[in-house]
């Protein structure tokens, strides 16, 4: 069973799954042959049967495809799994969607752990280049040869890969409950989250949870956020101050809270109590 959602929607977009009904759209869309040259496995003419063949792929909750909606009309395609590779109408182009489309449906695919997303996009193919790049893909050096339905032939091209841990360190969860902020912890919190470490000596206060101070740098990259539910988190108050850091290590084990002082745990507790609850439980 897959942890990926059925629908998502935006303020602008819906994701949804494949069905019969879209298959005449989808033999349009990719029956246009400028559309149709940059997908390896897209045949000229683009028929029925072809587009049924999408829709055997997306019958599969495996590989995560999804119809790209808008207004209630079709305009493109994604899938996620084993490769990444999308489309989308000409008349929708140039208004941001398939960005909008991508950074929604990678933030649900790395919302559990899995495994990194490889795009291979043709050396010409310009538009999807400078897409994948302003997403965060990163370029792998050694180029490949794939073969072309379109062109008839095999073109150069580059994979494009992105991580979890790529991904949400370029697009950090940001959660907010009340007068409360939890975003991942990043290096520059050092100093901050060190006045919150246990103090050597201090019985009872020393779990074994947290490192000693000159073990911080390592121990925020070893539980740098990597899904959205995992990690080392501060929390901000509504002053951007931090005022508490929070661990979870991994799924399943109960979540490790430190504040900056008691005063601010009598303060705050409660309401950050609420918002672990229902985020990070």
Same mark, same amino acid.
């Given at each position: 069973m897959s942890d990926f959602p059925e629908v998502i929607e935006t303020a602008d977009i819906r994701l949804r799954p494949m069905a019969v +009904?879209?298959?005449?759209?989808?033999?349009?869309?990719?029956?246009?042959?400028?559309?149709?040259?940059?997908?390896?496995a897209a045949r000229q003419p683009f028929e029925h049967r072809d587009a049924e063949d999408i829709l055997a792929i997306g019958q599969d909750p495996a590989h995560r495809l999804r119809i790209v909606e808008q207004?209630?009309?079709?305009?493109?395609?994604?899938?996620?799994?084993?490769?990444?590779?999308?489309?989308?109408?000409? +008349?929708?182009?140039?208004?941001?969607?398939? +960005?909008?489309?991508?950074?929604?449906a990678i933030t649900a695919h790395f919302a559990r752990p899995a495994p990194p997303l490889i795009a291979t996009c043709r050396d010409d193919n310009l538009p999807s280049q400078t897409l994948l790049s302003r997403l965060g893909f990163a370029r792998r050096p050694a180029?490949?040869?794939?073969?072309?339905?379109?062109?008839?032939?095999?073109?150069?091209?580059?994979?494009?890969?992105?991580? +979890?841990?790529?991904?949400?360190?370029?697009?950090?969860?940001?959660?907010? #409950?009340?007068?409360?902020?939890?975003?991942?912890?990043?290096?520059?919190?050092?100093?901050?989250?060190?006045?919150?470490? %246990?103090?050597?000596?201090?019985?009872?206060?020393?779990?074994?949870?947290?490192?000693? %101070?000159?073990?911080?740098?390592?121990?925020?990259?070893? #539980?740098?956020?990597?899904?959205?539910?995992?990690?080392?988190?501060?929390?901000?108050?509504?002053?951007?101050?931090?005022?508490?850091?929070?661990?979870?290590?991994?799924t399943g084990l109960p979540v490790e809270i430190r504040y900056l002082s008691p005063e601010e745990a009598a303060c705050h507790t409660t309401e950050l109590e609420a918002m672990l609850a229902r985020h990070l439980c």
């Open positions: +009904s879209d298959l005449n759209g989808v033999v349009q869309q990719l029956g246009e042959p400028e559309t149709a040259r940059w997908m390896a207004d209630g009309t079709m305009i493109g395609g994604l899938c996620l799994v084993p490769d990444l590779w999308f489309w989308l109408d000409r +008349s929708a182009r140039g208004h941001g969607i398939m +960005s909008q489309a991508l950074r929604t180029g490949r040869r794939m073969f072309f339905h379109v062109e008839g032939r095999a073109l150069p091209c580059h994979d494009h890969v992105m991580t +979890s841990g790529q991904w949400f360190q370029l697009h950090p969860p940001v959660l907010r #409950h009340g007068r409360l902020t939890l975003r991942p912890a990043v290096q520059k919190d050092a100093a901050t989250l060190m006045a919150m470490l %246990p103090r050597a000596g201090n019985a009872g206060d020393d779990d074994g949870v947290w490192p000693r %101070p000159e073990a911080l740098p390592l121990f925020i990259e070893l #539980h740098r956020c990597r899904t959205p539910d995992r990690g080392l988190f501060v929390v901000e108050d509504q002053h951007t101050r931090v005022i508490a850091m929070v661990l979870r290590a991994a």
